[in-house]
């Protein structure tokens, strides 16, 4: 035994010195708290339903723990959870946020939230057509839109029913005119709801405008 301790004496204290100041420091560091944007996501929203309040994307979080878990690449996937699965029928309802809905690494405690607690308003989903209305931009000097048909001339869009209600058209990009291509042209074009919280019932909306150009007297 006392030659096993005798062997690389100064080798063993040393380590065991380093070992004592990591520990030492880990556990002095415990009590560390930051703050720190995290994102929140909404899950299990009823199918029926669609959220119709401005959404809160991102809450600061107030977090516990050795600072060497408090890094920004550690916290970089810490989420807030935001379960809508309750909310089987329209109207408001507040959510707080908790620990059990707070994603965080290992070693990580969650202490408070800014804000504590968001509403979240859900109506029915509901979908309509409306016509689409092209958007010309520097149109070609000394001519003007004599005619324009759109392909196809609706679209359908999908939304919280307040939404919906309040649209009656949408529009495409700008659209610009060469008058170099001819005074009949067919151009294509992307459409925009107006709205975030409106969609369409496709992933993509890019629709076909046919324009004639006539030269003004």
Known sequence: MIRFLSNDFWLKLLSLAVAV???????????TTTAVSVHLQYRNIPPQLEISSDLV?????????PSVRLNALNLSNAAVAVDLSAHQRPGERTYSIVDANVKLP?????????????????????????PVMPRFENLPAGYGVVTQNTNPAKVQIVGPESRVNTIDHVETDAIEVDIERGVSQVLLAPVFSGDPL????QKTITVA????LEKRR
């Open 21 to 31: 100041v990591l520990w030492l420091a880990i556990q002095g560091d415990a009590n």
């Open 57 to 65: 994307d991102t809450a600061y979080i107030e977090v516990r723990g």
């Open 106 to 130: 290992p070693g990580v405690t969650f202490l408070r939230s800014v804000p504590s607690q968001i509403r979240v308003r859900l109506e029915p989903r509901v979908s309509k057509q409306v």
């Open 198 to 201: 409106v969609h369409f019932d």
């Open 209 to 212: 405008v046919k324009v004639e």
